[in-house]
Structures are given as structure tokens and as C-alpha cells.
């Protein structure tokens, strides 16, 4: 398909009013009598609560109220389940315990909320909140995800006899029975630790009860602002036409923006209510740390069975997941694992024991990449490593595995994070493989430049990943698009967008159907009052099922206008044509009429609109997909290592994508670019570390690393387009992709840089530190 | 307020005169009390660079100074660099190039750039990512930004 506007480098139509500091974000809400709320958090991860006192508190002038648990009585319960375990499977182990709104009792991790302040300014709030006296019993902290599984360990939910929050097995195939024909079996543990998603905006809410127009309308830097709006609207014993949850323009979001119905969003519209006033909350950085979520923690025990010629014949996993203190978010991110755990892979035999435990660490929710960058990892480590024994070229070794093009849809046999099965939809990786080894002169590296670099002295690596994404998975997402007596465009949908690029993107979708110029599309996002259908923005999925959504009910307007100018200009639908906002009779431009004209005539004001048909230029369409669109990658980098400092410099960066049609190639390389910076924050920089009281010490930009630019390579981006074959966009996800076969390609770089340490990289992330640990282990084990 | 200090600046080009509390970050007096929310806070302890502002023209977190700090100095902001129908060159070359995304930290990065251009003109690689490296983007790798940076440069080079 030829396409006009899809495709094409489009600048951005949201561009110049974040570029001149006029776009609204929640911090910028100023609404007049606007309280403010500051919250008094434990700093004990386990603890009793003994009493609080808010005496003192409330004496400070300008404080307008204080609230603790107690205060909301029979309106508190903790938050709604969002994502309940697969109904599909036998034997599943799901203990749900959800987060609440304010402590009773016992604190389960480090930040939950004792108490809000409401206050007139944030400083008088955040004065007070340090006037509240709260006596604790500590208790010891759940930390370990084996330990908290052994017989009387110290338990986070008390109610429960144990730490176990879920369990479940998949299978394929018979691995046992395989195992039995393997030339070569190999095992090995892997941990991988915790990261954040540290978007540059904090979360915000602004919740405003209008009493005389009995309505609430809450702005959310949430990337879910529908499921925000219906569980409010339940909770708050509301119809949902009276609340309105708008997600302006949101600052990075990356997963931990979901519908998490965190405390700040049950408890502040709450009190907006009681209050009669509106009220602002900004998150600062601290808090960030320790309550909104984050992700990552696992341990693999992994086994991978082979022939001698490098065929997988099976992988067998036993993981645990630690889904922190309580798990909303349900199976998602290991499910997600699971999944690709077989990377692009033709794996028949398969076995995945999966683990969830509870600990007293911040919830755990999907951080971009979500559960996949652990599943890859593990798969080519273990390929690697596999090569390694076997003696074979590791690149070999994954063009032998590749799911062949005519394999395609690849029924998996195990369920996806959408409980639908996990099928993947189309690819060709092989011609992609091949362009990223040239691209990255992987041939002439292993051959000429290493060995010249390693007689200098350098120590040089290169490092090449293969992987998988599963994107645009459902349920579905809808949009209205409608034509404006001006001629102009306006459309909604209800994703909202945190840097996507959906008001450029989607407006392509209809510049390309309608026929009229990007800049004539004014799209919304993300704000329930315009669009009320839909889950949110995830999981890779809006250009996917919003994308595809959008192109449904613009190409029905399309019908709708070629119908209405057929009558008016008496002409077959077929010889019509749509360019610069006409409709035109194809050879005689002179015969034409304009959109807006047509939207006049399709919406009068006298006269009687045909029986059985709508008025207006409008149309509002859903797209649900049965399953996901899966997008394919390889990334390959040349990586130096300073065996001083242990610090790294990354001297060459590729990446070839596969997301199908790209609706604007500029955008898709800049979500490529952020993937990958986050990715190399997972592999080298980003640790979240805990103690064993379950304390967070790297709790500040200062101290938890976000790569800046001057870690960051130049990437180089190469596209190849298997389009997907259950959406007519042909479009799959990227949002994701860039982050999630970092951590393997680097320790693949890394270990073939320090080859003469013979080193085996078994976790992730690393650190200059922890990398001069591993080889001083090395050096005194040998 | 019982303990108020007055303080009187100019931000860009127009004359201001509040009283605010003593400690009012230089950030939240921008934002609240004069109404400008384009400067934006991401850490508020002056790591992350997103509330750079202009103070007489050099480049300085908005978030690490009280505002009574800046009383009778000039602050440029990024809503005083270019406006929706006249975007600054730097700005129209960041829209060119893709070089924000949520564009939640670009005022900042903005703000840390122009006086740098200015003394600049011509930035190799290595120097542009020498000169943001106090700015934290999460959305875009750094690297059309780099690109938006040489794009301007080329612009404005005679």
C-alpha cells in the first residue's frame, strides 16, 4: 500500500507548545482555593503502628485538615484487583493483597502514606506532616525472595500463612523427554535486580469536587486515565459522568503511570469531596523512590538442553518474582517473562515454573520493557554460553533457532500477559539478523580490528542480540474522529500520551484517510470528558490498537463524506477524490466541494435529516485485537572496558527494528534512542539498592544513575518492515522494544571484551564496582 | 503572611515586584507566583536540570536558589525565548529534529543552550554532550538532541 502522509518524517504538532513552556502538565494546574497535601510516610519498611498523633500538626496555621486511616471509615478498602491471574490455566496459586489508601496497623514497605496534611501551600503542608508523631514497632523486614519462602519466615501479610503471592507452571512439549536426547545440557543461576522507571515528571494529581455541579474532575499524570475514572466514580459512589479524569500532557511515564490506583489517587479525590475544595499534589523526587513502582527483581534457575549442532531441544526455568509488597498489577511482568523466555526461538519443549513472592519492598508493576528484558536475557546468556561449550559460533547458533518465516502465526502453546495465547503474528528475523551483523561489521571486527585493538592493549568486546517483543495486545481501544463545519478535523481517543507523539502520529492516521494536512487534525488524548472507552496507554500497544482504532473511524467518515459529496456532486463514490480538504471529482478539479461545506450539509438546522442515518461527519470505531502483533530486533554494540576504572565506552551502537508499518519513522527512531538509553542504565548504572531492613540507599538522582549524555552512544537505526498481518496499519509496537536486549547485549560485549578473564556474566544490572568484585573473584579463585 | 520579603525582578523583560516567605525556591516563585510553569521540576535537588533558568544570562537551577536571591537581577525563562507562532532557532531546530518527546525536561535543556550557542557557535559532538550533561532526559537517548543542536548551529553559522 502507497501511502501519503503515513510514513512520512513528520514534525510534531505538539511540539511548540511544550518547546515554549505552554503545555499543561498536572504541576501546572493552579485552580482558585486550592489546598495543597503533603504526606507523612513511614520510613520503616515493617512496622506496627502504635499511635499517631496529630495534635501538633494541626496547630500550624494555615493547616486545614489532617486525615489517617481512621478518618476514612467504612471508605476505606484497599484498591481495586486491576489484572486478575490467568483463568485459563490448572492449578494457579493467586493470593491477591492489594495497596491501601492510608496505614492501618502495619506498614508494608518504606513510603506507604500514615497521614495527609491539607494545607494552604505545599510548605505549610510538608511543615506540618514533620509536626506528626507516629509511634512504630519495627519488625524485621521481608528482603529475600528464597528466604521468605522457608518455614517460619516473618511474614508481610499476616493474614496469610506465608510470602508466596502466586504460583503457577507452563508447558510445551515434554522437556524431560528431551533432555533425554540433548547432547549438551547446561544450567546456570541468574539474578536480576531492580531498576526505576524515574520519568522526569513526578506523579500529580489535582482533584476538584464541584459540590453545586456535583462533579469531580481530577487531572492525573496517569497513563490510564479511564480506569482511573470508572474506579473512582465506584469507589466514590458516583455515576461516571460525574467524574472527569484528564491526563494532559504527562512527563514520561514508562510503566509506573499505569491505573495503579496508588494511594495518592484513592485518598486525595476522597478528601476533595469531604472538603468541598480542590487540591494539588505534586510527588517529589524522594517519594518517587520509595512509592511509585518499580521492577525487575527476579532469580532463574535455568536449564537449556542442545544438540551438538546447537539445536535448543528444550529450556527449563524455576524463577522467582518479587512483586514487593502488595501485587495489583497481578501476573503481568512474569507472565511476560515467560513469554520470552523462548526469545524468536522455535523452542518445542518448554517448562516454566513460575514463583511470586511478597516482600517489603515498593510494588512492583511493569517498568518498560516489562518482564521481557529478564526473559531475553536469560535466553541468550544462555546461548552464549551454550556456544561457549559446544565450541560454535554464537551468531551460528541463533540463525540455527529462528522461528522460520513460513512458521508463521507460531502458536507458543502458553498463555501471554493477556491470558490470550501466545502467538506470534508474523516476522522474518534471519535478513534482519543478517543486516545487523553487517551493519555492526561484526565479520571484519572478530577478524581485523579486535585482535589489532587487543595487541594495543584494549580491552574490546562485541556483543550481538536477537529479541523479540510482543506488542498491541488487547482488550481494544477506541476513537471518534469528526469533520468540523471549518473543514478542520477533530478527533479523540482515550490513550493518553506521555511523549508517544499520539496527537502527530494518530493525526497522520486521519491526514491519510481525509485527505487534509497533518496541522488540520486536532487530536485528545487521555482525557475521559472526550472519550470514555478504553484502557490506556501500555504494553506497546498504541500505535497498535488506538492506531488502528483511529484508521477505523476515519476511514469511516471517509465513507460518510464520499457518500454525501456522491449526492451532492453527482458523481460516483469511486471517481471521487480526497485532497486538501475537497472532495474533487477526479480529471475536473473544478468540480469540487469542501469538508466543511459537507459538514454543514450532513448537520442542518431546518429541513430533516434522512431516517436511518446520523448526522454529521462523525464516526466512533473500537479495534480489539484477538492477539498481539509481534515485533522483532536485533542490537549489537562494540563496547571498551578501562581495566582501571572498570568504566565503559561504547564505541559503536546498532539496532535493526521490525514494528511493521511505521506510521512516522522519526518518531519510532526516538523511542528506539530512549529504549536504549534505559536499557543501558539496566545493564550498567541502575540499581536500586536495598538493605536488609528493606531500606532503599540510593534513594536521589544523586546517588541512582540515569544515564546522561555523555553515557549515551550514538545509535545508529536500521528499519525492516514484516508489517502485521491481524491490523490493516500493519502496525506493531515499539515503545518498549529499544530497552529490552540491552542488559544481554551488553554482557555478551562485556564478556567478550574481558575475554582473557574468562568471565561468565550471570546478573544484571551491573556497576564499574561490581564488575572489579566479579574479577577479583576471578583473580582469587584462580 | 506575618514574615514576607519583597522581592522585584525581571523575568523576561517585564518588571515584577511580590512579597513572598523568605524561602520561597526561586523554582515555585516562577511557577506559582508568577504564573510561569514552563520551567519545570523534576528533582529539586538540582540534579536533573529541568528548572534551568537564565539568571543575567547564565544558566542556573531555579530549583537550588530561595527567590529573594535574585532580587534586582533579570531572569530569562523558556517562555521568554521564543513564542508558538516565533519559536527561537534552537527551538524550531529541536521540533525539526525530534529532540523532545513527553518534553517534560526541554525548557530546561533549552535554557542551558542558548547562552552555551551564543559562546559556541559551532559545538563538535563530544561538546554538545559536554554541555548537557547536567540535564537528564529519559525519553530521547540525547541523540536528536545532539542532532536538534548541530541543526541550529548550522542555521545560525553565516
Known sequence: MTYKVIGKRVKRVEDPRLLTGQALFVGDVSLPGMLYAAFFRSDYAHAKVISIDISQALEIPGVVGVYTAEDMGDDWEPGPPLVSPPPTLENVVFNSRRQVPLVKGKVKHAGEIIAVVIAESRYIAEDAAEEILVEFEPLPAVVDLEKCLEPGSVLVHDDLDTNLAAHLIQNKGDYEGARKEADLVISRRFHLDRGAAAALENRGIVADWDEKNQHLTVWDATQSPIPIRNGLAARLGLRTHQVRVVAPFVGGGFGPKIMMFYAEEMVLPWISMKLGKPIKWIEDRRENFYATTQEREQIHDVEMALSKEGHILGIKQKFIHDTGAFNPYGLTTPLNTQSHSMGGYDVQNYYSDLTVVFTNKTIVTPVRGAGRPQGIYIVERMLDIAARELELDPMEVRRLNFIPPDAFPYDHEIIDQAFATLIFDSGNYEPAFDKALEMLGYEDFIKNEQPRLRAEGKYVGIGIVPFVETTGVGPYEGARVSVEPSGKISAATGVGTQGQSHMTAFAQVIAEQLGVEVSDVSMVTGDTAEFHWGTGTFASRGAVVAGNAVNAAAGDVRLKVLKLASKILETPEEELVLEDGMVRVADKPDQSISLGELALLANPLRGAVEPGTEPGLESTKYFGPAFGATAFGVHGMILEVDPETMMINIRKYITVEDCGTMINPLVVEGQIHGGVSMGIGNAYYEKLHYDENAQLLNASLADYLIPGSTEMPHIEVHHANTPAPNNELGTKGVGEAGAIPVPAVFAQALENALHDYDLEILETPLSPNRLYELLQKKEDNS | ?158
Not at chain 2, 520579603?5 to 517585564?14: D, E, L, M, P, Q
Not at chain 2, 528533582?43 to 530549583?63: I, Q
Open chain 2, 1 to 158: 503572611m506575618e514574615n514576607t520579603i519583597t522581592v522585584s525582578v525581571t523575568v523576561n523583560g517585564t518588571p515584577y515586584q511580590r512579597s513572598v516567605d523568605p524561602r520561597t525556591l526561586l523554582s515555585d516563585f516562577l511557577r506559582n507566583d508568577l504564573e510561569l510553569t514552563g520551567t519545570h521540576v523534576g528533582c529539586e535537588h538540582g540534579v536533573c536540570g529541568a528548572c534551568t533558568v537564565l539568571l543575567d544570562g547564565e544558566a542556573v537551577r531555579s530549583c537550588l536558589l530561595f527567590a529573594p536571591q535574585v532580587d534586582g537581577h533579570e531572569i530569562i525563562t523558556v517562555e521568554g525565548l521564543g513564542t508558538l507562532d516565533n519559536l527561537h532557532p534552537l527551538q524550531e531546530a529541536f521540533r525539526e529534529a525530534h529532540a523532545l518527546q513527553c518534553g517534560f525536561c526541554t525548557p530546561g535543556i533549552l535554557t542551558t543552550l542558548v547562552p552555551y550557542l551564543e559562546e559556541n557557535p559551532n559545538p563538535t559532538e563530544e561538546e554538545i554532550r559536554e554541555a548537557i550533561s547536567g540535564n537528564l532526559c529519559r525519553c530521547t537517548g540525547y541523540q536528536h538532541i545532539i542532532d536538534a543542536v548541530k541543526l541550529a548551529a548550522e542555521k545560525t553559522d553565516p
